[in-house]
């Protein structure tokens, strides 16, 4: 997951088209579409987490890449960082408003998934069991 952007801010136009490889619009889908983007988006749509949440919460993610997801998710505008001043600091995540506006859609995709595995699955195996 790339934090720099591929495009340089002047060649940027006013439209985003995904399917253009230049485009801003790839990387967002990149960071959003990723394992632990859209993963981490929507466990924190539920609410903000700590650190130590989010890692127990995200089955099989270590706790370098959801430090590096979430930064790029902190940079994209998608996730806002506090931190208390308590020792050891206290450090939470939430979503920000743009985040709330994509957490939706992203549970919606979530769902379609855990309802249509078992069709996936037996499709799969249809598959294979044709090679």
Not at 6 to 21: G, M, V, Y
Not at 28 to 38: A, Y
Request: neutral net charge; contains cysteine.
């Amino acid at each position: 997951m790339a934090v720099g952007s591929q495009a340089r801010k002047s060649e940027w136009p006013l439209t985003s088209d995904a399917f253009n490889s230049d485009c801003p619009a790839r990387e967002v889908l990149d960071h959003i579409t990723s394992r632990w983007g859209v993963l981490i988006l929507t466990a924190l749509g539920r609410g903000p987490l700590r650190f130590s949440e989010l890692h127990a919460t995200i089955g099989g993610i270590s706790e370098k890449m959801l430090s590096q997801t979430l930064r790029t998710l902190v940079r994209d505008g998608l996730v806002s960082r506090a931190v208390e001043p308590t020792r050891p600091p206290r450090v939470s995540y939430e979503l920000t408003d743009l985040g709330r506006s994509l957490a939706g859609s992203l549970l919606q995709f979530l769902d379609w998934i855990r309802l249509h595995t078992i069709e996936v699955v037996a499709a799969q195996r249809r598959h294979d069991g044709e090679s």
